[in-house]
């Protein structure tokens, strides 16, 4: 496994493995990896031959109240995991690498797949996301890349850019991972007290009460939602930011789950947001 922090280098080292016929996977992370992150790097060994991995903590991304500088940066943790599961190389770049000080060149990708959800309460963030992503298709060149279900509107925003600004690249996404009380993996659940920890899985128990309503017939949003809301409320420590359904393919609100569609909830547990969703009408993996 080798570690560059240089585009130019990562560029050099990518043009001889696709000159040897090697398809290459990627999976961009921020770091701090746990096995959520490694569920994705196996899933790019399975499907390519030469996997890279990204370790970078996007400012773009982070708004100007939010966590950029405590995010939890373990890179020699991260390089020992990246090594077990067979990684072949490790992106990882300065912010001064990846932004020069003039930088003022963004990605975006418009409309109501960026507006509502996340989009709607962290103002920039899809259009950091989308930014730094595209910069990464451009420098490691991928044939796959690797994202997590857990970033559901993530996930569809990219492939969107992908679609649409002609990125040669297949965008695999994986099952969300979750611990053994169905909390979603998450570099932010270190963030949690033990008492918070203890409170996260009734934001998953929610999803699992709507999925059942849901499979015993019950379509109206307001139900479904309501059934979330409740077991989430059941703990005074949470704060609900958005329990939503959403039209897959439009992106728009449902009133009634008529079609596959996707339930996503963010709530705080103490000051930590937290994010997770199940889909209504399709498979659910984990």
Request: aromatic share 8%; with cysteine; glycine share 6%.
């Amino acid at each position: 496994m080798i570690i560059l922090e240089k585009i130019e280098d990562v560029r050099k080292k990518i043009k001889k493995i696709k000159e040897s016929g090697k398809r290459i996977g990627l999976v961009p992370t921020m770091g701090c990896l746990h096995n959520g992150h490694l569920s994705l790097i196996r899933k790019a060994k399975e499907i390519s031959d030469y996997v890279v991995i990204s370790i970078f903590v996007n400012p773009k991304q982070f708004g100007p109240n939010e966590d950029f500088d405590k995010y939890p940066r373990t890179f020699e943790r991260d390089v020992e995991l990246s090594k077990n599961e067979g990684v072949n190389l490790i992106f990882h770049p300065s912010v001064d690498e990846m932004y020069e000080k003039s930088f003022s060149t963004f990605v975006e990708v418009e409309g109501r797949i960026s507006q509502i959800l996340c989009g709607a309460r962290r103002i920039g963030h899809f259009k950091g996301v989308a930014t730094v992503v595209s910069k990464l298709f451009n420098i490691v060149t991928p044939d796959f890349a690797i994202f997590g279900q857990k970033d559901a509107q993530q996930c569809i925003i990219i492939k969107k850019m992908v679609r649409e600004l002609n990125f040669p690249i297949n965008i695999v996404v994986s099952p969300t991972v979750r611990e053994d009380d169905g909390v979603a993996m998450s570099s932010r659940n270190n963030y949690l007290s033990k008492e918070e920890r203890k409170a996260a899985h009734l934001i998953y128990d929610g999803l699992k009460d709507a999925l059942n309503l849901y499979d015993r017939g019950e379509t109206s949003s307001l139900e479904l939602k309501k059934a979330v809301e409740d077991k989430i409320l059941s703990s005074p420590l949470f704060n609900i930011d958005y329990v939503e359904i959403v039209d897959l393919e439009t992106y728009e609100l449902v009133e009634k789950v008529e079609k596959q569609s996707l339930l996503a909830v963010a709530a705080f547990l103490g000051s930590t947001r937290l994010i997770d969703n199940v889909i209504l009408g399709g498979k659910n993996d984990d």
